[in-house]
């Protein structure tokens, strides 16, 4: 399988496509490529049989794409943790890395990176990190995006995409931080943390910042 297909195994994973079906839209969010070029791999994954696609509906993936995604997330997410702990990367440089490791990385070097880490369960961007089996506990579909004001909620997890992660770094957010929405805009949602800071975060990426929902923010 190519490093282009791999990467789009891993993101329609990390999108939900593993338990529903997401659409290509989403796709072409996380990938940042034209819809053409969504369509086109589309369709080669669906002739792999990786993927399912019903067309007005939507795409997931088929149980061997789940289990080739979830080796992929876990490889990519073992060397993210690897190159925090063990080379102190800071956690914004960690995602370009890990990219180009985890296509090189063999079973064998992904059980031995997992023993050397003591089986992390998370990687630094809050994803979960499947076992050698590709099983792994589903995680929070709920989004920044689905939000409404005056909703709280926890960061808990953000796409694994450069671009999203050095925006998250630009704002001085972090997995972890309690927001609070005060504010709703066609082209921003605005955040208050919990030391008063008001973030106007963009709408086009706020699809991808998922996260828990809380009761209040203390």
């Given at each position: 399988m190519t490093p282009n297909k791999e990467d789009y195994l891993k993101l329609i994973m990390e999108l939900g496509g593993d338990e529903e079906l997401i659409s290509n839209k989403q796709i072409v969010g996380g990938m940042q490529v034209s819809a053409a070029s969504v369509s086109e791999m589309i369709s080669k994954l669906v002739e792999q049989n990786y993927v399912t696609h019903t067309p007005y509906q939507g795409i997931q993936l088929?149980?061997?794409?789940?289990?080739?995604?979830?080796?992929?997330?876990?490889?990519h997410r073992l060397w993210e943790v690897f190159l925090v702990q063990e080379l102190q990367y800071p956690v914004d440089a960690i995602h370009v890395e890990a990219e180009a490791l985890e296509h090189a990385t063999t079973a064998e070097m992904a059980n031995r990176l997992a023993?050397?880490?003591?089986?992390?369960?998370?990687?630094?961007?809050?994803?979960?990190?499947?076992?050698?089996s590709g099983h792994y506990q589903p995680?929070?579909?709920l989004?920044?995006?689905q939000l409404e004001v005056g909703d709280f909620a926890i960061i808990d997890r953000i796409l694994d995409e450069s671009a999203l992660i050095d925006y998250i770094g630009q704002l001085n957010l972090k997995i972890g931080?309690?927001?609070?929405?005060?504010?709703k805009s066609d082209d921003t949602i605005t955040l208050k943390t919990v030391d008063g800071r008001q973030i106007p975060f963009m709408n086009?990426?706020?699809g991808?910042?998922?996260?828990?929902?809380?009761?209040h923010i203390h």
């Open positions: 088929t149980e061997s794409g789940r289990r080739a995604a979830a080796l992929l997330v876990r490889n023993a050397r880490l003591n089986y992390p369960q998370f990687c630094p961007h809050g994803g979960v990190i499947p076992d050698a995680q929070s579909r989004s920044l995006e931080d309690q927001v609070e929405i005060t504010a086009a990426r706020s991808h910042v998922f996260v828990q929902p809380q009761a």
